[in-house]
């Protein structure tokens, strides 16, 4: 239907500008005679297809308005709840927005319902309605109203009402403290209709001097060092990690301004510098833990249990902070009441909504955990970010090519579910980028669980021949690096673990067979695997106190991998053009050579080290190994 490939079309625009929804809020329908078709509930704006939008039957629909209704409000909400779900064309095809029948009463074949934050700092202000009936006077005002039932049956009585005053249904309608409905029969009035909104205020603002765009502080980076891993730690568990995204420093808003803001930020901000006893206070007064925890003028922490709820969570504070600001202009704030904000607080469909939105984060023996894999932009690193993101972590994927990073990550969310996993860059032997990269992962997450010290570099040659810079550049990277990496992951991983009572986390880092047994013309790079097997021995003495255990794994050879089978740079080459392996002439024969080697017959692969992984991290007495994972090749003595 080309109603709704065009609906498809306005409904993106909208959804992927901040300046009129956030986290795909609002809602968009076409109806005809007969039917009605609404985005479904769990949906964003900003990606919705056609065939996404859910049909209803409107005489089925109709049968909100004509049946009786129990007089209890959550009896209300599951009878309407059943209605709407027997409206469904075909049943069971999806569950349709809680907003559907609103929609459906409104005389316009479409509508585009929307939260611009310059719309709801009028809506959310003191003098909203007076100042709505100044701009706006041939809109419609609604109070406010529970959303659901209520207001679904509000919106048909006023409707009513305003079209036996004026002879037509109103194109706008402003709902107090949760955003405007436009309507129109085609979505280019809607759209023209939607500019005159947005300029009208714009000029309202500018004549009020006060600035649209939110106002925002620079952002503590030592504060923040310190104290997100601790905010981490108290507002989740060994079992069920928090997650934590940092914002810049702003003005969070003092109360509850909307259900989409409450939804996803809750009613109210903790404003403090995140002490325990902070936290347990706000607890104890408002029934929950807080999701955004904030210092004036250093940061914004906003917690969520999976990295989409922090992210969502952080965007919903940005925009409530945003509407706060510009409520300025109309008067001031008017905060939801307690009985309004408790309803949201307890609303199944928002429930539902906050549920549906949240999926994707998989389930796993890492859930949620925060995994870093440095060089896992591929080869081994890419195959251990794959294998970890499927047992539910949330993986960092770190690497000094960005570009193939952001390409891990993308895969790794496209596999396992958007926010999954992000990419990051660094040079391990560059201390200020391993500081760079750290600093960015708290930032994002909060903390770290497991930190994968994966890359590292392998130059072949003998020790007669070699050269003073190529010996460098091995023993840098692996050694230095692996020192580097350590340092600062490990000062983050202890400021979760609080007076002892933080979660265990670890450190793996991956080594090799070389770092068990020499190996013949490969001096620099069997020397750099020995010794960090003696810095995962001492990191592990002094790191025990902090509750972080460190191991080192050494694979036998991924075969299969660039390090080994790149045509121009593996190692088969070096091997075969330095007569590593005597006689071989050619590509094939210095990997039959290896494989041979191998008493399993084949090379290791990623799913082999992940497995050796997931036994560092889930024992709990053991720390400063060193782990053969190579096929029988090494055996230890």
């Known amino acids: 239907?080309?109603?709704?490939?065009?609906?498809?079309?306005?409904?993106?625009?909208?959804?992927?500008?901040?300046d009129f929804v956030f986290?795909?809020?609002?809602?968009?329908?076409?109806?005809?005679?007969?039917?009605?078709?609404?985005?479904?509930?769990?949906?964003?704006?900003?990606d919705i297809q056609p065939e996404q939008f859910i049909g209803?039957?409107?005489?089925?629909?109709?049968r909100i308005f004509t049946t009786a209704l129990p007089e209890d409000v959550w009896q209300k909400e599951a009878a309407v709840k059943a209605l709407m779900e027997a409206a469904v064309r075909p049943a069971g095809a999806g569950r349709a927005s809680v907003e559907a029948p609103v929609h459906d009463v409104i005389e316009y074949a479409f509508v585009v319902h929307l939260h611009p934050p310059m719309v709801n700092g009028m809506t959310c202000a003191v003098d909203g309605k007076a100042t709505c009936a100044r701009l706006f006077p041939e809109a419609l005002w609604l109070?406010?109203?529970?959303?659901?039932?209520?207001?679904?049956?509000?919106?048909?009585?006023?409707?009513?009402?305003?079209?036996?005053?004026?002879?037509?249904?109103?194109?706008?309608?402003?709902?107090?403290?949760?955003?405007?409905?436009?309507?129109?029969?085609?979505?280019?009035?809607?759209?023209?209709?939607?500019?005159?909104?947005?300029?009208?205020?714009?000029?309202?603002?500018?004549?009020?001097?006060?600035?649209?765009?939110?106002?925002?502080?620079?952002?503590?980076a030592e504060f923040m060092m310190a104290r997100a891993p601790r905010v981490r730690t108290l507002l989740g568990s060994t079992a069920a990690r928090a997650i934590v995204a940092v914002g810049e420093p702003?003005?969070?808003?003092?109360?509850?301004?909307?259900?989409?803001?409450?939804?996803?930020?809750?009613?109210?901000?903790?404003?403090?510098?995140?002490?325990?006893a902070d936290l347990e206070a706000f607890q104890a007064k408002r029934g929950y833990p807080p999701k955004i925890v904030s210092k004036s003028g250093q940061a914004v922490f906003c917690v969520g249990e999976t990295l989409k709820d922090a992210r969502a969570a952080l965007t919903a504070a940005r925009d409530a902070a945003r509407v706060q600001q510009l409520t300025a202009a109309f008067g001031g704030p008017n905060y939801l009441t307690p009985a309004q904000y408790g309803f949201i607080e307890n609303w199944e469909v928002e429930s539902y909504r906050r549920k549906i939105s949240a999926t994707g984060s998989g389930a796993g023996r890492l859930q949620n955990r925060v995994c870093v894999v440095t060089g896992g932009a591929q080869?081994?690193?890419?195959?251990?970010?794959?294998?970890?993101?499927?047992?539910?972590?949330?993986i960092v994927v770190a690497d000094?090519?960005?570009?193939?990073?952001?390409?891990?990550?993308?895969?790794?969310?496209?596999?396992?579910?958007?926010?999954?996993?992000?990419?990051?860059?660094?040079?391990?032997?560059?201390?200020?980028?391993?500081a760079a990269m750290v600093r960015e992962i708290v930032r994002e997450c909060g903390g770290i669980d497991l930190f994968v010290a994966n890359a590292g570099v392998l130059k072949a040659g003998s020790v007669k021949t070699m050269t003073k810079a190529e010996w460098d550049f091995v023993t840098t990277v692996n050694y230095s690096g692996y020192f580097l990496c350590v340092k600062h992951a490990a000062a983050v991983m202890a400021a979760q673990n609080l007076n002892g009572q933080g979660p265990w986390t670890d450190i793996v880092q991956i080594n090799s067979k070389s770092g068990l047994e020499g190996s013949n013309k490969n001096g620099a790079y069997a020397g750099s695997k020995f010794g960090t097997i003696?810095?995962?021995?001492?990191?592990?003495?002094?790191?025990?106190?902090?509750?972080?255990?460190?191991?080192?794994?050494?694979?036998?050879?991924?075969?299969?991998?660039?390090?080994?089978?790149?045509?121009q740079k593996g190692l088969f080459v070096q091997y075969l053009n330095t007569g590593k392996v005597p006689g071989a002439k050619t590509i094939a024969e210095v990997r039959a050579a290896y494989e041979a080697k191998v008493p399993m017959g084949r090379g290791c692969l990623p799913e082999d080290v992940v497995r050796a992984i997931l036994y560092c991290v889930e024992q709990a007495y053991e720390t400063g190994q060193a782990i053969p994972v190579t096929g029988g090749q090494i055996m230890l003595k």
């Open 534 to 567: 003696g810095l995962t021995q001492s990191f592990a003495k002094e790191l025990i106190e902090d509750h972080i255990k460190v191991n080192s794994i050494c694979p036998g050879n991924f075969f299969d991998g660039p390090l080994w089978s790149d045509p």
């Open 400 to 434: 000094m090519n960005l570009a193939g990073a952001e390409q891990a990550a993308a895969a790794i969310n496209a596999a396992c579910g958007a926010h999954r996993a992000l990419a990051v860059a660094v040079n391990i032997a560059d201390e200020a980028s391993v």
């Open 143 to 220: 109070d406010y109203c529970n959303p659901g039932a209520t207001l679904s049956l509000v919106v048909q009585a006023q409707l009513k009402q305003a079209k036996a005053q004026r002879g037509s249904v109103p194109q706008v309608m402003f709902l107090q403290n949760h955003g405007v409905f436009v309507a129109a029969d085609t979505l280019d009035e809607i759209k023209v209709i939607y500019a005159h909104i947005m300029d009208t205020l714009k000029r309202a603002y500018a004549q009020a001097a006060v600035p649209t765009a939110l106002a925002t502080g620079a952002l503590d």
């Open 56 to 62: 209803m039957c409107r005489q089925a629909l109709a």
């Open 379 to 394: 080869g081994f690193g890419l195959g251990i970010a794959q294998a970890l993101a499927a047992h539910g972590s949330i």
């Open 250 to 276: 702003f003005e969070p808003a003092h109360g509850p301004l909307s259900p989409d803001h409450i939804v996803y930020a809750k009613s109210f901000a903790l404003e403090c510098t995140g002490d325990a």
């Open 1 to 18: 239907m080309q109603q709704l490939i065009d609906l498809a079309t306005v409904s993106r625009q909208y959804g992927a500008d901040l």
């Open 23 to 46: 986290l795909g809020g609002g809602n968009t329908s076409f109806k005809t005679a007969e039917a009605l078709y609404i985005k479904p509930s769990g949906v964003a704006l900003a």
